[in-house]
């Protein structure tokens, strides 16, 4: 049975929301995941994902991935998610972010890597995160970036 939500918490961002009837959306929800419609939240916390779900509606606005065992983000492991806006990747033990990995998330606004492995980024991390407001890195081992806008 679908849980009445009235305040969402998602990792680290607070999202106020009202009533989200859960539904398996048209498009479809990864198993293991919940989607909330009609705001189009899509959360797979905790589900010991080892590669990026299929079958997230291409109409998600916010994608919960946190706690999974991703250990890296692939070549355009986002493609079709063009209206994505929050992509929470909170301790998934993220070692590598291969180049382009958030290619096609041009309207991403919020991005939380943080509490991973990562040690570097690729040098086209941010070029096409030309919305990208907030980039949460902390609790990484990373030494320094060059090169990003």
């Not at 009533?19 to 905790?46: A, I, M, T």
Request: glycine fraction near 6%; charged fraction near 15%.
């Amino acid at each position: 049975m679908c849980p009445v939500i009235f305040y969402l918490t998602l990792s680290a961002f607070y999202l106020p929301v009202s009533f989200l009837p859960c539904v398996e959306s048209s498009q479809g929800c990864p198993h293991q995941c919940v989607c909330y419609d009609p705001s189009d939240l899509v959360d797979c916390r905790d589900q010991g994902f080892k590669h990026i779900p299929r079958s997230i509606p291409h109409g998600a606005w916010l994608l919960e991935l946190g706690g999974n065992n991703l250990s890296h983000i692939g070549t355009r492991a986002f493609a079709g998610l063009w209206s994505l806006r929050v992509l929470v990747l909170t301790h998934c033990q993220i070692k590598e972010v291969e180049p382009q990995a958030f290619f096609s998330l041009s309207f991403l606004e919020k991005l939380d890597l943080s509490w991973n492995l990562l040690t570097s980024l690729p040098v086209d991390f941010s070029t096409s995160l030309t919305a990208l407001r907030e980039l949460r890195l902390q609790h990484n081992s990373l030494q320094h970036l060059t090169g990003y806008r």
